[in-house]
Every structure is written in C-alpha cells, then in structure tokens.
C-alpha cells in the first residue's frame, strides 16, 4: 500500500505543478487533540495504546476529507518506510519511533495526516505548497470541527484544548513555514535573525524540526505560543514575521548576486557537475549542493 502513496501523482509536496515562491517552499499547521478518558500516549500501556488507535482510526476513516485515504500501523513499516514518512513531513521522528499501538492516516494527496498516538493522542497536520497560511488554516479548522463531531475532545474552559506537554495548551496550535534563506546564511544574517524572531515568540528550527540540522539552508519557522491567544491572533502574528524575513532573504539574495556574481556562478556551476555526475551521493550533500 505505501508503494502507492509514493507513486501518487496527486501528492501536493512532491508532484505539484505550480510554481513555489522563491521563499517560502511550504506551509503546515498542526493541533495536538487528545481523547476524553483514556491516559496520554506515555502513561497509557500497549493495550490502551491500541484501543485508542483503532478508535482513532475508525472514526476518521470516515470523513469526507479522508477519501481513498491510506491507514498504516507504524510496527508494520519497515525502516525505509517510515524514513519515506518523515522524509515527506507526513510523520515525526517521534512517531516513526513509536512501538506498538502507533499509527497514520494519510489522505489520497498527501496534503492531510493524522498520527495516532505520538505525544498526544493525536496530531493533525495540514500540508500546502507555497506561502498559504489562511487557506491551510481554513483546511484543517474545517476537518477538526467535523472529527469533533464523532469523538470527544478533551477541552476545558480554562486552558483550552489539553495537551501531554504544557507548552501546547490552549490552540493546540502550531503553525509552520519551510523557508529556503541561503541569502541571510551566506550573508552572515541568519543568527541575528533567530534572535530577533525568538524575541516575537517566534522559533526557528531545521528541516526536519526540533533537533535537526537546516541542511541546504532550510528553515521550519512556527509560533511557540499556544495559550492566551486565538488561532487568528498566532496566524496573523506569524505571517507578519515571515514577511518581514521574506524581505530580507530576497534583499540579502539580490545584494549578494551583484557584489559576488563571478563567485556564484562558480558555485552553481560545480554543484551542478557534482550532481549531473555523481555515481553515490549523500542525502545532506545533496541538499546541499541543490
């Protein structure tokens, strides 16, 4: 089954025809959910794990936006399969981890997972090429009122939606940009702009999240706070954050282009050699040379 979800045409990340930005490559949003009754995943044993999973599972197979989607159960992948999973942003490290009792809900284009049972009882992401924070929130706030209508979220009205770790109380809510920024990297700007972010409640991280490296000058760029705050409010915050570093990556590109032209050109030209040529070649010195 996971050798269709890979040779899927329709996959938005990975077979999309439009034009990205020059910046911003894409665009997720994620809420933490967990169930009423059952402990968090950490605290729960195999068998409670498991009775949730398929809980989970079963009720969102039925939605609308879960049509021809894909179900599989993390102790059944193979390695390769679960790196394809993170390697797509579809899973987390930490889930790909998981043991049994964990498991993904994929939609047909690949724009839509669910985990089951990683740090929260679940994790609904929503993926969309591009600078596309409003429409991806309009996706997921939609699928999220429609699984709450068939399993009981944990909520108070106090702090909101609750979390197994604090820091994602309340919205639950994290929203994320892929940023390629070679021109604030190259130009020595990009410390000076993690710090200025952080001030903003902004955090910066690599590509595959907290903990890895920026390979190829990628970024994850997401709010840090969940709580106090509506989902409107983080969005609208975020997004003027991310304009403002658009501006200065493109400025920091251009500034670079006319005082290193020769220099650049060279170092275009020989990745290009070393890729067209290579027989074995790592998936960090690709992206790095990319």
């Not at 964990?102 to 985990?115: E, F, H, L, P, R």
């Not at 990297?185 to 972010?197: D, K, T």
């Amino acid at each position: 089954m996971i050798e269709a979800l890979i040779n899927n045409d329709q996959a938005e990340l990975t077979q999309h025809s439009k034009k990205a930005a020059p910046v911003v490559l894409s665009t997720r949003i994620r809420l933490a959910r967990n169930l009423v009754g059952p402990p968090f995943p950490e605290r729960a044993d195999v068998e409670q794990r498991r009775e949730v999973l398929t809980r989970c599972a079963e009720q969102i197979g039925t939605l609308s936006q879960m049509d021809k989607g894909a179900f599989f159960d993390i102790a059944e992948l193979s390695d390769l399969e679960k790196q394809v999973l993170v390697e797509r942003h579809l899973i987390s490290r930490e889930l790909s981890e998981g043991d049994a009792g964990a498991g993904v809900y994929i939609n047909k284009g690949q724009t839509c997972s669910v985990m089951i049972n990683e740090e929260d009882h679940l994790r609904i992401q929503f993926l969309k090429t591009g600078f596309n924070l409003k429409s991806v929130w309009k996706q997921i706030n939609a699928f999220d009122s429609e699984l709450e209508k068939t399993i009981d979220v944990a909520f108070t009205s106090e702090f909101g939606y609750l979390t197994a770790c604090p820091t994602n109380l309340g919205t639950g809510l994290r929203a994320s940009v892929m940023m390629h920024l070679p021109g604030l990297v190259i130009s020595g700007q990009m410390e000076r702009v993690i710090r200025a972010v952080n001030q903003l409640g902004i955090t910066v991280r690599g590509l595959f999240g907290e903990g890895s490296d920026a390979t190829g000058h990628i970024f994850q760029i997401s709010n840090q706070q969940t709580l106090g705050e509506s989902e409107g409010e983080i969005l609208e915050r975020l997004g003027n954050v991310l304009k403002t570093i658009i501006d200065h990556e493109l400025n920091a590109r251009f500034k670079y282009l006319e005082e290193n032209k020769t220099e650049l050109l060279d170092q275009i030209g020989r990745a290009y050699g070393v890729l067209k040529n290579v027989f074995v070649i790592s998936s960090n010195e690709a992206m790095n040379l990319l």
